[in-house]
């Protein structure tokens, strides 16, 4: 029964934990506006330290009954409205209250963790859906963190090309994250300009017509929403927000660096891989994490199979597992010769057991030739 009740209650927490962390720098302001940051960064990382992952999967009739509950889906849905409140209020406290520098750098700070965390990570699971009311709030809360054009990049580009040469998103081998941070970003947004204008030829659309080209709608859309800020709340307030934007997306970009470095699928042909495999992303049992993040952090089960909700992700025994949760690998990231020393060995480790996994099965058909 205790079970139960934990399994549907805990993600009540990013639903209310979270924004109320963002309240408290927004409110108190002095260095009270740092607190989120450090929460996010500072007490989480240190918790995980300490904390097992935990393994566990649901039993098939379990995940039978959890994946059909709206109750899951609610909690997605209420963060949008939260999302653009904490943008709202945000706004309001920079440009209608005097506040020093350093209060404004940890206020951006707070309200880029909501756009990263509450806004394109709940925005990623929104956009797998099928419902278009679904993919709406997707692209909604991507709207936060101008990076509208993720709901077209990550869904047609990135889980197609993961783990490869093709893939912007996927982070090379002794690639520092800063360069990264370039890389990603610009390819990814080329990336999107590209499968959408394919998607328009095949189907005979003009690609200069808003209705039909959605990178041209995103744009717009984007566009509009920052003249809107303007007009609101001024310089100041635009500014914030597009720093706040920034923020949000790379800390995304963060996670894209942390989720695949160093993994590669294997070329059958030129231009032609294997199949997507839970062995092709990096995985993170810490269940704080996995809670505040809605799951993000089993991370192989969704690129296995992008459809399954987050509530219902598994664990599997062949995916690589990072030393730490997601917080804690994001500042590790940080700091490129302690992230090479720590995750170097750990990818040469792992390819060289799917190499072997992969010579055995090989064998009964040699065998037989």
């Given at each position: ?92 406290r920079i440009t209608q209250f ?18 990263g965390v509450l806004g394109i ?109 303007f007009v609101g709340f001024g ?135």
């Open positions: 029964m205790l079970y139960k009740v934990w399994r549907e209650s805990k993600y009540l927490l990013p639903v209310f934990v979270l924004p109320g962390i963002a309240l408290i720098s927004f409110y108190f302001l002095g260095y009270w506006s740092f607190f989120a940051g450090v929460f996010a960064f500072g007490l989480i990382p240190s918790l995980e330290f300490f904390l097992k992952g935990n393994t566990v999967n649901l039993t098939e009739d379990e995940e039978k009954v959890v994946r059909k509950q709206f109750y899951y889906d609610l909690l997605l849905y209420i963060l949008v409205p939260i999302q653009y409140a904490l943008l709202g209020i945000y706004l309001w005097p506040i020093t520098w350093y209060e404004f750098i940890g206020l951006t700070w707070a309200m880029s963790l909501g756009c990570n709940v925005a990623h699971e929104l956009g797998h859906r099928s419902k278009p009311f679904e993919q709406f709030l997707s692209k909604s809360l991507l709207l936060t963190s101008l990076y509208m054009h993720f709901f077209i990049e990550h869904n047609r580009g990135h889980h197609k090309n993961i783990a490869t040469p093709l893939d912007p998103a996927t982070s090379r081998l002794n690639e520092p994250v800063y360069s990264f941070f370039f890389r990603s970003v610009k390819d990814g947004w080329m990336s999107a300009w590209y499968l959408e204008s394919h998607r328009l030829q095949k189907t005979n659309q003009n690609f200069w017509n808003p209705l039909h080209n959605q990178m041209l709608r995103f744009q717009l859309i984007q566009l509009t929403f920052c003249v809107l800020i310089w100041l307030g635009l500014l914030g927000f597009v720093l706040s934007a920034i923020g949000g997306f790379l800390l995304l970009e963060t996670v894209n660096y942390i989720e695949h470095y160093g993994l590669l699928r294997r070329e059958i042909s030129p231009g032609r891989f294997e199949k997507v495999k839970p062995h092709h992303s990096w995985n993170s049992n810490h269940e704080l994490g996995r809670i505040l993040l809605f799951e993000l952090t089993r991370h192989s089960d969704h690129h296995y199979n992008s459809g399954r909700k987050y509530q219902i992700l598994r664990h599997f025994e062949k995916a690589p597992q990072m030393p730490s949760g997601y917080p804690g690998m994001m500042l590790l990231a940080l700091f490129p010769p302690l992230w090479f020393r720590v995750m170097n060995p750990l990818v040469e480790l792992h390819n060289a057991a799917v190499t072997d996994d992969y010579r055995s099965s090989l064998e009964p058909v040699l065998a037989g030739e």
